[in-house]
């Protein structure tokens, strides 16, 4: 049987990691700047993570909700004190877009109404109405697609003041990542964010915190939306989540009250995943990461910002992006093959930066030095 062609790959075996590095099937070390998606939060392979799912695995590594589960209110009691959200209550699924599925779903059964505004290069995942509020119409397929998303441009208070006039009464949820991610960093004004508040209460809209990439401390507090000082009414999460265990989830506001039956999910919050996600949260206030990652993103911001031939560094802690201009478009493949550093990117010529939250100064480091030879040498050739 052939794999399905999902990404384009590099062609690179990782057969060992721990902390922010990877070894390849040669026991070629890289430094791994992109977490697999922005997915590893702790690090790879941290002692207290490996510990924690080894000793459950031993225990009993699957139950379904049909059974009362301690690691869950555990992981609801942890969670609820280090997100700052005690009053909110949790709902756990697998996934990212599983999340945003049910936030939005929620939303919906909530006021009862079905318009979701939604903005230009968003990323909301790709189930169905996820997929819908993305704005990527070459992954929507036709069975997707809805009249009921509205795109407004990102960052503009006055299209969206002019939108919930004409139509407020009609809209469920405005959905919005805090940083958007897979659109290239772009990071939502604060502005932007208290106004979306301000305008789904007075229309009785939800507001939908999509915190799948942003959220879990990357940027430097618990959820990107903190900055503004807003509370949303649904964050969603999912990769940092469970540092590569998949469990996803989302926290609903108290004044929100979902009835029993309409959420659900065989998979979601079984004990391996909790027993992951417990270890995460444990891991981040142990070791203090939401601070380190806004100490050490800073600082890779100031020192990128410093290096001319980038442009448009932008970003918070640990969730970072700059444009390569044409004359260096081949900066992230030297990366990657010459200096073995891993990093992402985001059409058409953005590198992302999406490490763990434990990176060190000396790894950050370690990248300045490459990004600064690799300027030189392209300003030589
Ligand atoms: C902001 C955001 N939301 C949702 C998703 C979808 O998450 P998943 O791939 O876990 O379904 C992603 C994935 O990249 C994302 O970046």
Sequence with gaps: MKLFDVYPINNIIIEKAKGSYVWDDKGEQYLDLYGGHAVISIGHTHPHYVERLTSQLNKVGFYSNSVKMPLQEELAEKLGKLSGKPDY?????????????????????????????????????????????????????????????????????????ACFAAQGNEISSVIIEGIQGVGGINVASELFLQAIRRLCREYNAVFIADSVQCGYGRSGKFFSQD?????????????????????????????????????????????????AALAVVEVMEKENLIQNAAEVGQYLIDELTKIPQLQN?????????????????????????KHKIFTGEAKPNVIRLLPSLALRKKDADQLLEAIREEVQVGAEA
């Excluded at 700059?322 to 093959?337: G, M, Q």
Aim: hydrophobic share 45%.
């Design 227 to 275: 900055y503004a000082g807003v509370d949303a009414d649904i964050y969603t999460m999912a990769k940092g989540m469970g540092n590569g265990f998949p469990i996803g989830g989302i926290i609903i506001a108290p004044h929100l009250q979902p009835k029993h039956g309409m959420l659900g999910t065989t998979f979601g919050g079984n004990h391996l995943a909790c027993a």
């Design 89 to 161: 209550q949790l709902f756990l699924i697998s996934s990212g877009a599983e999340a945003n599925e049910n936030a939005l779903k929620l939303a919906s059964f909530h006021n009862g109404r079905k318009k979701i505004v939604a903005f230009k290069k968003s990323f909301h995942g790709r189930t169905s109405l996820a997929v819908a509020a993305t704005d990527n119409p070459s992954i929507v397929a036709p069975v997707n697609q809805t009249p009921n998303v509205i795109f407004l441009p990102f960052n503009d208070v006055a299209a969206l003041e």
């Design 313 to 337: 560094v932008r970003g918070r802690g640990l969730m970072i992006g700059f444009d390569v201009p044409e004359a260096f478009k081949d900066l992230r493949k030297n990366l990657l093959w």
